[in-house]
């Protein structure tokens, strides 16, 4: 299964790491600027690597296995397929932009900053490459320390209760994940991801394992009930913060259910779909509703990924192609949207002072070529034909009718919400009387280079994202075939369980974690 | 032949990527030219379409969007005669308005903004009339929607005008809802997004499912078209430049609903009882504008509310099934609209920037050449026997008279209504603002406009005037235009009406037209100070309707937002949370009392603990 080849992603997760030493011996906030933005260009290089990436087959590619903790059967176990890549890249590409967009905005503790936003990047890469439970909860857990920091030292005024209130959210959800990592050990024998896949649970196993799990990922997504760490975290985290909490992190919650929830519980995940799918709808119209209210811009795109990233769980847990396939280029589409949304918002409050929409009235006069990007971004956030976001929408909706026809009547909606909350501060910010007259500028050099490429991607997704679904296409339908075979068997099985259950109720959730030997 | 169609499509794109890139460093004349020269070759390429290809249809593609497994979108053509005509209609209209701006634009400084978005504008309705597949139609749905979004806030300056643009966005976009739900439907059950492979499997429909697509593409179709209940964003959308609502809001992009439905008018025919809603919807909507533009004293909201009649008109021809009839007046309502308008544009233009008929007057003086145009304009409107407007408008009505069903009586009898009102309001407009009267404009009070302005008006004169001819009901070249587009599914050529109903229906709509014009010269015509009305609240207001939508969607929509975010998400969701952590304080308060440091307190503690334990213990073995 492996062959020799060069350690790509163990490298990419440990050059941000290795990239930290320099800053030592720096002194200037300049230098370390510009060796942050080098280094984070530096770190794409191998990135092109990926690009052997073999497509046509849903098997893990580049994967890299070296014993651990033998004793315990731990391993240090990395690879990625078709849907991790792009979780990858996603996060390559967001690194240098977060560099770019903190250039100015970050004024203190310039060193420390930049050294956390390294090894967030680096956990980050670590989360979508481990394929070794264990690993992957150590990742999982690393990145909340530097966005903690993140938060908590370089945020607006209201950071503390925000950053406390994320980390003390997070760590409460994905507290159980480690006791179902465990489980898992103990009755698949693996910590091996691929290992377990191939495995099958007891369906009560299955549906304890997929609470658990789903609760941790649910928080980080968020889906509704769950977010409301979010508002907090989006709106007082640096700029940098936000785009990499909603561009990359919100992603680890999807990513979970695709990679542990859907192929290790798979019964489960079924059993409890329309759960989800409620909670999805919900997040989607609920979301749409709240970003209508606000008066902060970042509290406007805050609950508008609310909304964004309900579709994408939408359309994981359709369990169709169309679904799952939409809701992956959405996680990729929404990284880029929605992090250009925050950076433009960052870009304005080094101009205005201020997230607040009353003090950015009127500016389409002053700064049109600024407007015009903002507007562009705004019209891919809500899934103007020809952008990116169009492709995944349309395909998580093709999915949503294929599989009920009421589900697709529910999240359509969505759509609408979605153009009425971007344009109001649209509206409002481009058009109309300036608050104030004076010292606008229009964009500069820094800002073309980081919201241009955005842009390209923005179009190249939304006309053709056909390499994209080349790709990301194997893997899901291995997945999406793993589920159906297992859908015809499980009909049966499912009613003789719930009959079981019935008879016998108490104390058959502990043969769970013990019996079948 | 694919060469010719492409080009006919990308040449407007064209203008739009050079003047969008390069606009702001050419020089003004250059930018006018690329952006006409553009349309013009479009023209030229769709003229030459239709002599070359004629009614056949054809379809390619042009290139795959994107596929993920049995889903495959893909830009496509598909070229009928209905499309051909269309093609024609929306590239010379088009061409006509391109060049009208030039000079009514000639002082604005943002040129460049304005053609762009026109130029990219007509490749967007250029999309919808020849797309093949429903998703490529989205996009140029979605495209005109967001150039008559930019267009309508074009002077942007001006909140008022900003949030009409909003407001016509997303209430069109509200409509796209049903385009949305329609499209995924026709995916979910035929497994493919292209008309040319849809249309002809609709009879397999069951008339349930038939209605409820017809009822979803219905809505979609109000929403474009401002058909009732969908109807408050075309008045405001009229704050746009007025070559702008020529263009957008009175030629094309309005049509495009209707446009919709005769491109799945095989679907719609499935389902009477749908076809019965839309003809109650087109019926209603052209009573209900005509009502409201009688008490307008804005020429542009005039028009507006006209428009909105005549596209009640043709989405009652769709209703009645009669989808030539449909057509033909979209194409003479195109012309003589457009007219109207630009003529409009003319006057406002020479009387710096006013809209109030009430404050014209004596422009048949100072304006000769616009008062000619405009008369012909009113006369084809109020559909003056022999003129454009008036064997269109009298197919309609007849077929809606001879479609069976005594419903389709009472929307013949509305539709008749109508026409009496279009002629009373148009002329009312006409002999308001331009006669010559002796409070009228002073010739120091009209500015010179540029004679390029009605010079160019004078094709569309024509056009307007000679339209009929298209589908003359007798001699010379009878009906042509049936004819040409009886290869397009569901198109009915002759009707089936006897002589004496043909005669009757003509004098009795030609009587009705001229009994509205009569009618209007005796209440404005005759030379004298016109005083100022008190407008009728209730029609001037098109009968409350915006104020209903304010206070039934508006508002609960404002304040369901709030009250979400203040009362739940803040109160309930986050306070819950917030005191799950103040719980957690107040407990390691009480456990703090344990800890006091002391060692007796630690031994007493222990002490209590092992009692306990033992007792339980003790109780525990002497019970089993």
Known sequence: MIEPHFPILTCLILLPLLGCVPFWFMKTSRAIRWWAFVLSLAEMMPGLYLLRFEMGTADFQFVESVPWVTDWGLQYLLGVDGISLFMVALTLLIFPFCVICSWTSIKGRVKEFHVSLFILVSALIGVFSALDLVLFYLFWEAVLIPTYLLIALWGGNGR?????????????????????????????????????????????????????????????????????????????????????????????????????????????????????????????????????????????????????MGFVVLGIFLFNLNGVQGALIQMFNHGITTGSLFAVAGFLYSRSGSHNLSRTLGLGKFVPVFMGFWGFFVFAGFAFPGTNNFVGEFLILAGAFERNLWIGALAVPGALLAAAYMLRPTQKMAWGEPATATGWRDMIPREWVSLVPMALLVLYLGLAPTLFLKVINPSLKHMIGALESRGAMTLMVDKNILRTSNNRVPFDGNAGGGGHP | MKTLLLLLILFPLGGAAINGVLGRHLPRRVVEIIACTALLCSLSMAATAIIKIGGESFNFVLFEWFRAGDLSVSMSIHFDALAAIMALMVTFVASIIHLYSVAFMRDDPDFVRYFCYLNLFTFSMLVIAL??????????????????????????????????????????????????????????????????????????????????????????????????????????????????????????????????????????????????????????????????????????????????????????????????????????????????????????????????????????????????????????????????????????????????????????????????????????????????????????????????????????????????????????????????????????????????????MAILSASLSLLGIILAWFLYGRPKTVKEPNPHPVLSSAFYLDAAYRLLVVRPYQWAATLLWKKIDEKQLDQNLESFGVSFNAASVVMRLWTTGRLSTYLKAFLVGLVGFLALFVGRVTLW
Request: overall charge positive; proline content about 5%.
């Open chain 1, 160 to 308: 503390d209760q925000a950053a406390l209130k994320f980390i003390l959210y997070t760590l409460a959800g994905s507290a159980l994940l480690l006791v179902a990592i465990i489980a898992f050990r103990v009755e698949g024998g693996s910590y091996a991801i691929p290992t377990l896949m191939s495995r099958s649970f007891s369906f009560r196993f299955q549906q304890w394992m997929f609470v658990i799990m789903a609760l941790a990922f649910a928080v980080k997504v968020p889906l509704f009930p769950f977010h409301s760490w979010m508002p907090g975290a989006y709106g007082e985290a640096p700029v940098a913060g936000s785009i990499i909490l909603s561009a990359v992190m919100a992603k680890m919650g999807a990513y979970g259910f695709l990679r542990l929830g859907l192929p290790l519980t798979p019964d489960a995940a079924q059993y409890f779909a329309p759960l989800l799918i409620a909670m999805s709808i919900c997040s989607i119209l609920y979301g749409g509703l709240l970003a209508f209210a606000q008066s902060d811009l970042k509290k406007i795109i805050a609950y508008s990924s609310l909304g964004h």
């Open chain 2, 131 to 504: 797309a093949d597949s429903l998703i490529f139609v989205y996009l140029g749905w979605e495209g005109v929607g967001f150039c008559s979004y930019a267009l309508i806030g074009f002077w942007y300056g001006d909140p008022v005008k900003a949030t009409a643009g909003k407001k016509a966005f997303i209430m069109t976009r509200l409509g796209d809802i049903g385009f949305g739900v329609a499209v995924a439907l026709l995916f979910t059950w035929f497994g493919t997004f292209s008309i040319t492979h849809i249309n002809p499997q609709a009879a397999t429909l069951s008339a349930g499912s038939a209605t409820l697509l017809t009822l979803l593409i219905l809505f979609a179709a109000m929403g474009k078209s401002a058909q009732l209940p969908l109807t408050t964003w075309l008045p405001d959308a009229m704050a746009g430049p007025t070559p702008v609502s020529a263009l957008i809001h009175a030629a094309t992009m309005v049509t495009a609903g209707v446009y919709l439905l005769m491109r799945l008018f095989p679907v719609i025919q499935q389902s009477p009882q749908g076809m019965l809603v839309i003809a109650c919807v087109g019926a209603v909507t052209a009573f209900y504008a005509s009502l409201a533009a009688l008490a307008q004293r804005d020429i542009k909201r005039v028009l507006a509310y006209s428009t909105m009649s005549q596209v009640g008109y043709m989405i009652l021809a769709v209703g009645a099934g009669d989808i030539v009839g449909g057509m033909f007046h979209l194409l003479s309502h195109a012309f003589f609209k457009a007219l109207l308008f630009l003529g409009a544009g003319c006057v406002i233009q020479a009387l710096s920037d006013e809209h109030d008929i009430f404050k014209m007057g004596n422009l048949h003086k100072y304006l000769p050449g616009v008062f000619w145009l405009m008369l012909v304009g009113a006369l084809c409107l109020s559909a003056f026997p022999t003129l454009g407007g008036y064997f269109s408008k009298d197919r309609i009505l007849l077929s809606t008279f001879i479609h069976p069903g005594a419903s389709y009586k009472l929307f013949w009898a509305l539709g008749m209504s109508a026409a009496f009102l279009t002629a009373l309001y148009t002329f009312r407009m006409f002999f308001i603002a331009f006669p010559n009267r002796p409070d009228g404009r002073r010739s120091s009070e009209v500015k010179p406009i540029p004679r390029f302005m009605t010079l160019i008006l004078i094709p569309l004169a024509l056009f307007a005037l000679a339209d009929g001819l298209l589908n003359l009901p007798f001699g010379m070249g009878k009906r042509w235009l049936g004819h040409f587009l009886a290869s397009v599914p569901g198109a009915v050529v002759d009707m089936n009406a006897t002589t004496g109903m043909f005669l009757g």
